[in-house]
């Protein structure tokens, strides 16, 4: 660990993407790396996070929770950092921190963003299963959809870092666990190893007939992070009285067109007669209150094997915008997480 | 009052709607009055409600709430009933009662369906603000939108049948109340009688930029009984954390086509950032927990002055076809009710 580096390497907003993004959206630059003043740390960043809601923060108009990314600026993300130089009281110099270096090497924090994390045997995790993507779930599924035993639960890109957590939380509460992704071994993984009832693969051109075959009873609870044909698929499906906690539709991330048939009045169709209540959340909301509760129940389910949390490590900062444009392809497996330096 | 009346003349399903229900839609029959059986009740019809959820009961396919009207049964319709002639121990002619009778002058009941009105000033009110659609405005409002003081209330429909009620009780509640009706002299009436805050006249091309201005502190409860172009206007006022009672999209009842552009993506767009709750209901499900409540207070407020009940009267059963065909246009002003027979 050197506390004099040389560079710091940043992925700058080149572009707002038109659609899906393209490697040429995205600029790699070198500055040398900063120095912090009083009160700040200089942090180095060991993992970074690849979240489909980055890409709504690309956009030349942001999405409403959180501000879009200046061009030239670089691109935002979760990271696990290691303090190597501080010049703030609470931050010792060694100390692991979950912060929000954002896709560059080096960056400076006031402390204000970061959380000790202690020692961690897998730190990674706290991007996802034990960090923000599992919290989704969490709060999603637990505070929102509130699965009773014996309901059926839906959730698309069922072995993505969200839907992964939702469908094991599902099952783990007593309900039945229906998941939708991507190919035949996303789909055995789901059923195999994190214990989906069942799991549609979207390449399978039945797979909305197998759906509804896979949920004899009804869907009680949809968790929603997709959107686009998955939602139309949910929707006569619905029982009176299900949940709808939206946290993504990532779908119409990279749409440039609203060509019809017009949706809208079918789900206003549906939602009506059968009393469905959707929900739009935003987990940022929900971590002064929920997530002491997340991280105890979380560790304890993960240490008991209850819960199983796997991980698509990519290496090295400059695999950053291949990576993130294959996520919203849906070609990752697990958890995207970006490995920028060894520990 | 007569006891042997010459015939029964019924309004009948002759085709289902395309589109903008036609006259020739329906079609007046004449039958015998029926005879009721030991056990049931013969009744006059004196109200008729006509109310827009009736246009889904006409497509071949049901709303799944209720279902559907077959074609050449009488069209459904709560009413106000007098007894006429009874073999019923609980109901003695004479009797006023609140029934499901339909499109007809005169029906048998079994008793199960029939509410007791004892004496009414206004019998016809239990079909309006007194009755199902004041209720959907009673529980759509105060137990699903919640309104608190300093709020901003949005409904359509103003000077409708529910539309009236969501105002006027968001007012008690004390929160502002906005509305949209169709020309100035419902605007005015729902101003100066009513006691809205603001009401935007659609037939204003620029109705939709009054909206905004008409709410500063953007809308924390929009109450959905229409669809189409008020939820496109009213989407971009939400505030984070708005609720959405959602009781009809009569915008969307007579259309044909699903035209683009889609406006499904823009919806989750909005809820999500927004953190808003979209929520379906049916007001059948809530008269055994609600109604006793909603009665009770409903009847005080009415009593004291603060709760203004209009009615749009018409007159003759035949008037019906014609007169629903209005509603659907937004033609009425106030609860459309058929006068069917004096009392």
């Known amino acids: 660990m050197s506390i ?25 630059d070198t500055q040398p790396v900063p120095t912090p003043a009083e009160g ?3 942090l180095r960043t060991l993992y970074l996070s690849l979240d489909p809601y980055m890409r709504n923060l690309m956009d030349e108009i942001g999405p409403g929770y959180a501000p879009p990314i200046p061009l030239g600026a670089p691109v935002v993300g979760g990271t696990v950092n290691r303090v190597v130089a501080s010049r703030h009281s609470r931050f010792q110099e060694g100390a692991l921190v979950l912060g929000n270096a954002g896709w560059q090497d080096y960056a400076l924090s006031d402390g204000s963003d970061l959380t000790p994390l202690g020692e961690m045997a897998q730190p990674s995790l706290a991007l996802g299963g034990l960090g923000m993507p599992g919290f989704t779930a969490y709060v999603g599924l637990l505070d929102i959809g509130q699965p009773r ?18 469908g094991q939380l599902a099952r783990l509460k007593g309900a039945r666990a229906v998941g939708i992704a991507s190919g035949p071994d996303k789909c055995r993984y789901a059923v195999e190893t994190l214990g989906f009832d069942a799991c549609l693969d979207r390449h399978n051109p039945h797979w909305a007939e197998d759906l509804a075959a896979a949920c004899p009873d009804g869907i009680d609870v949809y968790f929603e992070s997709v959107g686009g044909e998955v939602l139309d698929a949910v929707l006569p499906l619905l029982n009176s009285g299900a949940r709808i906690p939206l946290c993504g539709f990532i779908a119409h ?4 067109t609203t060509a019809g048939p017009d949706r809208l009045p079918r789900l206003l169709a549906t939602l009506l007669p059968k009393r469905v209540r959707l929900q739009g959340f935003v987990v940022f909301d929900h971590y002064a209150e929920r997530f002491e509760a997340f991280r105890r129940d979380m560790t304890t389910w993960v240490q008991a094997g209850d819960l199983t949390l796997r991980e ?32």
Request: glycine content about 12%; charged content about 20%.
């Open 4 to 28: 004099t580096p040389a560079v710091n390497r940043r992925i700058l907003l080149a572009a707002h993407p038109q659609g899906l993004p393209r490697p040429a959206d995205f600029r790699l």
């Open 40 to 42: 700040q740390v200089l």
């Open 149 to 166: 035993p014996g309901e059926t639960v839906v959730v698309g890109a069922a072995t993505g870092a969200v839907g992964a957590v939702v």
């Open 253 to 256: 991330y990279n749409e440039r």
């Open 312 to 343: 698509d490590m990519v290496h090295g900062l400059e695999a950053a915008p291949e990576a993130f444009i294959g996520l919203l392809q849906g070609r990752n497996f697990g958890k995207l997480v970006v490995r920028v330096a060894g520990d």
